[in-house]
């Protein structure tokens, strides 16, 4: 759990960072609109890009915290699952951090995507994975290894989040529509 305090760093982080870029941001620029030293912000992080890993780790579990699991307490099923990871996908692409990092610096999301699994990431398979595992208890997800079958859905989710706009064509096939044809491949991917 993060001290106020902290989190008021991340906040100026934030700031900085929809403000001017990643590339612009520095440690002392977030000392300086958190209103405290430098020191005090080297000694949490000793460089930017492990702020920029807490701030992302932060962001995303906040998305990730309002989403609806779907199921009421039954256990979850096919489309629950395609349905929250595609809530999932909507909510990131409605974000503006992760808007100012794609339009601006997209090149800080290329570890996480060809590198290495960052702790959003491990985050996300463990929710992932404990709901397909959940749903296949109850025969309403086909069996399989719950953690292949969440880092498939992740992958999948991976591209839509990122690139749906490079496949989208004025008066034809849109956003909502590619929507539609994810969450529809993953329930019926998933289905028992």
């Known amino acids: 759990m993060m001290s106020v305090r902290h989190n008021a760093y991340l906040d100026a982080a934030r700031a900085s960072l929809l403000d001017v870029g990643w590339k612009r941001t520095t440690l002392t620029n977030v ?81 996480y995507l060809l590198d290495r699994r960052g702790r959003s990431q491990d985050s996300i398979l463990a929710f992932l994975a404990e709901q397909i595992s959940g749903g296949q208890q109850a025969g309403n997800i086909r069996p399989g290894d719950s953690v292949l079958l969440a880092r498939t859905v992740v992958l999948a989710a991976h591209g839509l989040a990122i690139s749906a706009q490079t496949m989208t064509d004025p008066g034809g096939i849109d956003e909502e529509a590619l929507a539609a044809s994810f969450a529809a491949l993953l329930t019926r991917g998933l289905s028992a």
């Open 31 to 111: 000392a300086r609109r958190a209103g405290v030293s430098r020191m005090t912000i080297y000694r949490t992080w000793p460089d930017m890009e492990s702020l920029l890993g807490d701030l992302m780790t932060r962001e995303w579990q906040a998305i990730m915290s309002t989403l609806p699991t779907g199921h009421d307490g039954d256990a979850p099923t096919a489309a629950d699952v395609a349905n929250g990871a595609l809530a999932a996908v909507a909510a990131l692409r409605a974000n503006p951090l992760f808007g100012r990092v794609l339009d601006v610096d997209p090149e800080l999301l290329l570890p």
